[in-house]
């Protein structure tokens, strides 16, 4: 299907979704204009031995054509977060098996998630929410299919918000249950959901006088819901 969705954002970002219904033919072909300047990023894709993952990173290199007027090349930091090496633009990338997204900003840190609302979030109740978060979760009712849906979107919700923000903070030692807080929020087809990154100790910011400060900082970031998915994304 290719480009499912562009959505301009302020200050001169945009965001970029693609409906991977090509196989890896047919995206390759759609990347055989800018064949000869990506060479080695599609010899690295096709290393990997599932298909279903060098169509999601095949994705990737169409939305960057569709975004970028001049072919742009992606690296990696140590810590495995993107980066474009020919341009300073700020990028964060997300993939499901359906879906592949870009996030860019030409000078604000940016993040993005996607996920499948029929993900068994399970584990994430577990071990990634906090007490408080889990307690503003929807009662569990698998009589009610309409209810156990949107408890699910609640749970992508939260889990989404918080590996976008892991994404744009690019640091270690992150404990999703402890070093982030999502503010209670009601599920509807988009808005606007509050998060708290505390730092963990190994990463405090300090000052000229070793003094901790910045010990936690607050976000706003943006939610959509759309064809079984959550799609969460912040810029700053």
Same mark, same amino acid.
């Given at each position: =299907?290719?480009?499912?969705?562009?959505? &301009?954002?302020?200050? *001169? *970002?945009?965001?970029?979704?693609?409906? #991977?219904?090509?196989?890896?033919?047919?995206?390759?072909?759609?990347?055989?204009?800018?064949?000869?300047?990506?060479?080695?990023?599609?010899?690295?894709?096709?290393?990997?031995?599932?298909?279903?993952?060098?169509? &999601?990173?095949?994705? !990737?290199?169409?939305?960057?054509?569709?975004?970028?007027?001049?072919?742009?090349?992606?690296?990696?930091?140590?810590?495995?977060?993107?980066?474009?090496?020919?341009?300073?633009?700020?990028?964060?990338? +997300?993939? +499901?098996?359906? /879906?592949?997204?870009? #996030?860019?900003?030409? %000078?604000?840190?940016? *993040?993005?998630?996607?996920?499948?609302?029929?993900?068994?979030?399970?584990?994430?109740?577990?071990?990634?929410?906090?007490?408080?978060?889990?307690?503003?979760?929807?009662?569990?009712? $698998?009589?009610? +299919?309409?209810?156990?849906? &949107?408890?699910?979107?609640?749970?992508?919700?939260?889990? %989404?918000?918080?590996?976008?923000?892991?994404?744009?903070?690019? =640091?270690?030692? !992150?404990?999703?249950?402890?070093?982030?807080?999502? $503010?209670?929020?009601?599920?509807?087809?988009?808005?606007?959901?509050?998060?708290?990154?505390?730092?963990?100790? %190994?990463?405090? #910011?300090?000052?000229?006088?070793?003094?901790?400060?910045? $010990?936690?900082?607050?976000?706003? =970031?943006?939610?959509? !819901? /759309?064809? *079984?998915? !959550?799609?969460?994304?912040?810029?700053?």
């Amino acid at each position: =299907m290719g480009l499912y969705l562009r959505k &301009e954002l302020k200050g *001169g *970002g945009a965001i970029a979704v693609w409906d #991977i219904t090509e196989n890896e033919q047919e995206l390759l072909q759609i990347l055989s204009e800018d064949q000869e300047n990506r060479e080695q990023e599609l010899e690295e894709i096709s290393l990997y031995k599932s298909e279903n993952s060098r169509c &999601e990173r095949l994705a !990737v290199l169409a939305l960057l054509q569709t975004l970028f007027e001049h072919p742009v090349h992606l690296g990696h930091h140590e810590n495995g977060s993107p980066y474009i090496e020919n341009n300073s633009t700020k990028i964060s990338i +997300t993939h +499901t098996k359906r /879906f592949a997204a870009v #996030i860019v900003h030409p %000078s604000e840190e940016v *993040g993005i998630d996607i996920e499948s609302i029929k993900r068994d979030f399970a584990a994430v109740e577990k071990r990634a929410l906090s007490n408080e978060e889990r307690d503003d979760l929807l009662d569990k009712d $698998e009589s009610d +299919t309409e209810k156990t849906e &949107e408890r699910n979107t609640q749970l992508a919700i939260y889990w %989404s918000a918080k590996e976008a923000l892991y994404k744009r903070m690019g =640091m270690h030692n !992150v404990d999703f249950s402890v070093n982030m807080e999502v $503010e209670r929020f009601n599920v509807r087809e988009e808005g606007e959901i509050d998060i708290t990154f505390r730092y963990p100790n %190994s990463e405090y #910011i300090v000052n000229d006088d070793s003094r901790q400060q910045n $010990e936690e900082e607050e976000f706003e =970031m943006q939610y959509e !819901v /759309f064809d *079984g998915h !959550v799609m969460v994304w912040m810029v700053g």
